[in-house]
């Protein structure tokens, strides 16, 4: 079955990819429920290598764009050219025409071309000229960008960080791990050739069945419930963590939860999702989405420790009727 072969592409990953079990899940849970993904960590955690692997595995088209102060938009969806010979200008396609888009360092281009690549992740489709491209399909884009130096970077704006299906905070390796890395990556003869286990009609029948997982509407209740307490942590009883939050989050949320969570399910072998898939995968939908004020930024708070404390208060409740 398809669970069988996504455990073979996590293991496949493994033979060059050390310890980054987590952000590999997420970024299959994102292939499969169509959804974006930004990716946030120090350089050198192996953002790069785990997407580029990934898409070697998936034998899907890859194109891997470093955004720069100068980059422009035609840099990165195309642009026409004028062909001499022919006396008439033709189109030539930019990198964004991929299955897979990694967009590193996306915090360090103008709004500009943040806002062309936004525009073909929601439309899945470019505009060069007077005609309209559509994107292959899959089209997932992959964002990484580096929280330590914020000089001469372009933030994303909240509205647009929305956009992302999830935000995963990428954390050191272990002390293993990194003997592991190391040992690896010293070694001047390791080879980083993997092969292919899915092809895109599998992942698109991957999609199908992530659609017909089932879930209780108890769970329903409880995403609704979750998302609700972003937005009025007061009237479920976070009245200190009130005073941080400046805006909850919004109606993507509840829907990414949703999809991500029967993604969750279908990956551990299930048709039904539990509550623990929800906890599992909250943090990392719902924590770019929550903005917060300057009084949580003096005293330290970020919010997936607001995540947190969300998932340790607000209830499933077995029978709960919409306000």
Do not use: C, W
């Amino acid at each position: 079955m398809h669970q069988e072969k996504i455990a073979d592409v996590i293991q496949e990953v493994k033979k060059v990819v050390v310890g980054q079990d987590r952000m590999v899940s997420r970024l299959l849970i994102g292939l499969f429920t169509n959804g974006h993904i930004l990716l946030e960590g120090v350089p050198g955690l192996a953002k790069t290598l785990t997407v580029n692997t990934l898409a070697k595995v998936l034998h899907l088209d890859f194109n891997r764009i470093q955004f720069t102060p100068d980059l422009l938009p035609a840099d990165l969806i195309g642009t026409m050219i004028y062909n001499q010979q022919a006396a008439n200008f033709e189109v030539k396609k930019g990198p964004i025409f991929s299955n897979l888009i990694l967009a590193d360092e996306v915090n360090r281009s103008p709004a500009k071309v943040q806002s062309a690549l936004l525009e073909a992740m929601q439309e899945k489709q470019v505009t060069i000229g007077d005609t309209t491209y559509m994107l292959d399909r899959p089209f997932l884009v992959l964002a990484t960008q580096n929280p330590v130096d914020q000089e001469g970077t372009y933030p994303l704006p909240e509205a647009q960080v929305d956009r992302f299906m999830m935000k995963v905070h990428i954390d050191y390796p272990s002390k293993a791990d990194e003997m592991e890395v190391m040992r690896r990556m010293a070694n001047m003869s390791f080879s980083s050739e993997v092969n292919a286990i899915l092809s895109k009609d599998e992942i698109f029948d991957i999609r199908n069945q992530i659609n017909a997982v089932k879930m209780a509407e108890p769970l329903e209740h409880y995403i609704i419930e979750l998302v609700f307490a972003t937005r009025f942590p007061a009237q479920y009883g976070l009245k200190e963590e009130a005073k941080y939050i400046q805006f909850g989050v919004s109606p993507r949320a509840s829907i990414n939860l949703n999809l991500a969570s029967k993604a969750v399910a279908f990956m551990d072998g299930r048709d039904y999702v539990l509550p623990e898939d929800i906890k599992e995968i909250a943090e990392d939908v719902l924590n770019h989405r929550i903005i917060l004020n300057y009084e949580a930024e003096a005293d330290g708070i970020n919010t997936r420790d607001l995540v947190k404390i969300l998932m340790e208060k607000v209830p499933i409740n077995k029978s709960v009727t919409l306000k």
